[in-house]
């Protein structure tokens, strides 16, 4: 009996491979809802590859978390995930998941890369532009390296979460916000540098916090993540022993020296 399911199974599952198929409304969302095809979040899940019961648990959240309009703030050492995981959280949702580098851009484009400008607002404004904040408009704005935003931003970004509200740079009238924001940093005790980040922003952004667990203290996870990469047995044992305990540059690191191997060790000689 199991069998013959699995068989049935298999077909269907085939069947929704097919493009006429897929983009049939009705029959994707049948299809959905019996897990035959998978979701965005799903997809993401799946490539956050781990067997540590502290990680299970925070995909479990996420596909709780997933559907709700909370701001998140995902914590976690460099190349553990958080943006993988960012995605996971945005999932399926039709509108835009807008990625802003927060360390990424020069204090003075900041404001008006955030909130858009009007034309002449400034030297240099040609014309009017759109923000992030309107680009994002009722999907997702994800801060990455939140803890680098500039205080004075910070304290404008804080109106905007509290009033849903804010103006184009050099504009007479507000804009609403209707965005979800999940911010990432890789500044573990965030909370406490009060130097550096404004309380009351972080507890807006906060509403729940995640937090990601280095490399080194789930090395099962790397071992899995060899071994489905299929180098060889003594190439991963060498790994482990040498690199698993102090991977500072966590899966990225690792991915990196897969990619690599496979590049050397697989090279076609001509000659
Ligand atoms: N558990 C995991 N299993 C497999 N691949 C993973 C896992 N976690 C992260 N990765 C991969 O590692 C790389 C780095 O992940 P990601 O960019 O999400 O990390 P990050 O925490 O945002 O890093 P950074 O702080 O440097 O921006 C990506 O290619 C991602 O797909
Ligand atoms: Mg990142």
Not at 96 to 117: K, M, Q, Y
Not at 215 to 227: K, M, Y
Request: aromatic fraction near 8%; glycine fraction near 6%.
């Amino acid at each position: 009996m199991d069998n013959q399911e699995d068989i049935i199974n298999q077909k269907m599952s085939e069947l929704f491979q097919l493009k006429e198929v897929r983009d049939n409304k009705k029959l994707k969302e049948l299809a959905r809802e019996a897990g035959l095809i998978k979701s965005k979040m799903d997809e993401y899940l799946d490539r956050f590859i781990t067997q540590d019961i502290e990680m299970i648990e925070l995909k479990n959240k996420i596909r709780i978390l997933a559907p709700l309009n909370i701001n998140i703030l995902i914590i976690g050492e460099s190349g553990t995930g958080k943006e993988l995981l960012a995605n996971a959280l945005h999932g399926a949702r039709k509108w835009p998941f807008v990625a802003v580098n927060c360390s990424g851009i020069p204090d003075t484009l900041l404001e008006s890369e955030f909130f858009g400008c009007k034309k002449g607002a400034f030297t240099g404004a040609t014309e009017d532009r759109t923000g992030y904040l309107e680009h994002a408009q009722n999907g997702t704005l994800f801060l990455d390296e939140i803890g680098d935003l500039p205080l004075l931003l910070q304290t404008k970004l804080l109106r905007v979460i509290q009033e849903r509200k804010y103006r184009r740079i050099g504009d007479t009238f507000e804009r609403e916000c209707n965005c979800r924001f999940i911010s990432a940093t890789n500044i573990i005790d965030i909370q406490s540098r009060k130097d550096r980040f404004r309380l009351d922003l972080f507890y807006r952004l906060a509403q729940v916090k995640l937090h990601t667990t280095p490399l080194r203290n789930r090395v099962s996870d790397a071992q899995i993540i060899l071994e489905q990469s299929k180098l060889p047995k003594e190439v991963i044992e060498d790994w482990m022993t040498k690199n698993s305990s102090n991977c500072e540059g966590n899966f990225r690191e690792l991915l990196n020296f897969i990619e690599e191997w496979k590049a050397l060790n697989t090279t076609q000689t001509t000659n």
